[in-house]
């Protein structure tokens, strides 16, 4: 989710397939935080839409975020391998750089807001579980654990609680040198790799004792950008001629994709915390024919979907600050009495704006401020070709 800012140091290819999967991401995780509050089944869409298109609108927040993980994956290897040749040859104080440039910033900054909300008693932002306190959840959002914070003590409020994925990239985001510093070879990496993305049913079913704990432990979520890696490394190890094989891999991932998003209770019964397997499988094999597509030349986007890929490229932004949108719309809605049947005109309002405050928080807060601290602290370093294949775009 935040491997989404373009360096103007690093010329780079815009993907517009992967800025349209994240922008259905980042759109699924505003709706399903809506709809939590302000459910469809009672609405006038269900006269006569059918109930599995209304859940896959809004009860699809917690898999769009395992879109997330297997995006960050694979642009962060793809970035590293068009930087540095091998990832062996890293650089890790660059890498390391470059991560806390584009995610502190907006990080401190929630963090510094929550933290004033909370003190001022404002309504929906005060931390009021008894086995929380204000000084440790800003320990845990900023030292990297909030999901296990969770796990030990119950749920945050809203605008907390997001930050749990964002624990887990900065995780993978601190290893991920190390690694490949330390295997260096991809006989030793891949190996490792394939083991940790396949463990994603494992872990979640060895951890069913604890629901937030399952959802939000490091592993599943490491497993989900493992893939990404994987995919990453498939495409600068294939090189397929010709459209059919990047048709038939774009299809199969477009296809398992939908049919996790759109039927996942009916598949569950079958595969289990495999479903999940199948989504992170499914996303990277999207993304690899995405990248595929755009590494044989310039991608045409998808006639109207401009405004999806533009979420997409703000979707760390609007990720960090759309409950501040979803609580007020949520508010209004209650206050004036509007009935269920009609709650769907309350949708459009809300992922407007939660657009617009990620833009504005985007063009005055994250970019600038991720500029200047690479100025400062970066040194001359390799650039992406022009045609590089991926885009530093991003991100989580």
């Given at each position: 989710?935040?491997?989404a800012?373009?360096?103007k140091g690093a010329?780079?290819?815009?993907?517009?397939g992967?800025?349209l999967?994240?922008?259905?991401?980042?759109?699924?995780?505003?709706?399903?935080?809506?709809?939590?509050?302000?459910?469809?089944?009672?609405?006038?869409?269900?006269?006569?839409?059918?109930?599995?298109?209304?859940?896959?609108?809004?009860?699809?927040?917690?898999?769009?975020?395992?879109?997330?993980?297997?995006?960050?994956?694979?642009?962060?290897?793809?970035?590293?391998?068009?930087?540095?040749g091998?990832?062996?040859a890293?650089?890790?104080?660059?890498?390391?750089?470059?991560?806390?440039?584009?995610?502190?910033?907006?990080?401190?900054?929630?963090?510094?807001?929550?933290?004033?909300?909370?003190?001022?008693?404002?309504?929906?932002?005060?931390?009021?579980?008894?086995?929380?306190?204000?000084?440790?959840t800003?320990?845990?959002?900023?030292?990297?654990?909030?999901?296990?914070?969770?796990?030990?003590?119950?749920?945050?409020?809203?605008?907390?609680?997001?930050?749990?994925?964002?624990?887990?990239?900065?995780?993978?985001?601190?290893?991920?040198?190390l690694?490949?510093?330390?295997?260096?070879?991809?006989?030793?990496?891949?190996?490792?790799?394939i083991?940790?993305?396949?463990?994603?049913?494992?872990?979640r079913?060895?951890?069913?004792?604890?629901?937030?704990?399952?959802?939000?432990?490091?592993?599943?979520?490491?497993?989900?950008?493992?893939?990404?890696?994987?995919?990453?490394?498939a495409?600068?190890?294939?090189?397929?001629?010709?459209?059919?094989?990047?048709?038939?891999?774009?299809?199969?991932?477009?296809?398992?994709?939908?049919a996790?998003?759109?039927?996942e209770?009916?598949?569950?019964?079958?595969?289990?915390?495999?479903?999940?397997?199948?989504?992170?499988?499914?996303?990277a094999?999207?993304?690899?024919?995405f990248?595929?597509?755009?590494?044989?030349?310039?991608?045409?986007?998808?006639?109207?979907?401009?405004?999806?890929?533009?979420?997409?490229?703000?979707?760390?932004?609007?990720?960090?600050?759309?409950?501040?949108?979803?609580?007020?719309?949520?508010?209004?809605f209650?206050?004036?009495g509007?009935?269920?049947r009609?709650?769907?005109?309350?949708y459009?309002?809300?992922?407007?704006?939660?657009?617009?405050?990620?833009?504005?928080?985007?063009?005055?807060?994250s970019?600038?401020?991720?500029?200047?601290?690479?100025?400062r602290?970066?040194?001359?370093?390799?650039?992406?070709?022009?045609?590089?294949?991926?885009?530093?775009?991003?991100?989580?």
């Amino acid at each position: 989710m935040t491997e989404a800012a373009t360096s103007k140091g690093a010329p780079s290819t815009r993907n517009p397939g992967i800025d349209l999967l994240r922008g259905l991401s980042i759109l699924l995780v505003v709706l399903h935080h809506v709809g939590l509050r302000i459910p469809l089944k009672q609405g006038v869409l269900a006269t006569f839409l059918p109930r599995w298109f209304l859940n896959a609108l809004i009860y699809n927040g917690y898999e769009a975020v395992f879109v997330f993980f297997v995006i960050s994956g694979f642009l962060i290897t793809s970035n590293t391998l068009a930087r540095w040749g091998t990832l062996g040859a890293i650089d890790a104080r660059s890498f390391y750089t470059r991560r806390a440039a584009r995610i502190l910033p907006c990080l401190v900054a929630l963090v510094a807001v929550l933290s004033a909300l909370h003190l001022a008693g404002a309504r929906d932002y005060v931390i009021s579980h008894p086995n929380q306190s204000l000084p440790r959840t800003i320990f845990s959002a900023l030292g990297l654990h909030l999901n296990w914070y969770e796990g030990r003590t119950g749920w945050l409020p809203g605008n907390w609680d997001v930050l749990w994925s964002l624990s887990i990239e900065e995780i993978f985001y601190l290893g991920f040198p190390l690694v490949c510093l330390g295997l260096r070879r991809k006989r030793f990496l891949v190996p490792a790799l394939i083991l940790l993305a396949l463990s994603l049913p494992v872990s979640r079913a060895a951890l069913a004792g604890n629901g937030i704990w399952q959802e939000k432990a490091y592993l599943p979520g490491m497993a989900g950008i493992a893939m990404g890696v994987l995919g990453a490394l498939a495409a600068d190890y294939l090189r397929p001629q010709g459209r059919g094989m990047v048709r038939l891999v774009g299809a199969a991932g477009a296809m398992g994709l939908a049919a996790v998003l759109c039927f996942e209770g009916k598949i569950w019964p079958y595969l289990g915390n495999g479903t999940l397997l199948l989504l992170t499988l499914s996303t990277a094999g999207l993304v690899l024919a995405f990248h595929w597509r755009v590494s044989s030349g310039p991608a045409n986007p998808l006639p109207g979907t401009g405004w999806l890929r533009s979420f997409g490229r703000l979707s760390y932004e609007i990720y960090l600050t759309h409950m501040f949108v979803v609580w007020p719309v949520v508010r209004a809605f209650k206050a004036t009495g509007a009935s269920l049947r009609w709650g769907i005109l309350w949708y459009l309002p809300a992922a407007a704006l939660s657009w617009l405050l990620g833009w504005l928080v985007a063009r005055y807060l994250s970019t600038p401020s991720e500029h200047a601290l690479r100025r400062r602290l970066m040194t001359a370093e390799p650039t992406l070709p022009p045609l590089g294949p991926a885009v530093e775009q991003v991100q989580s």
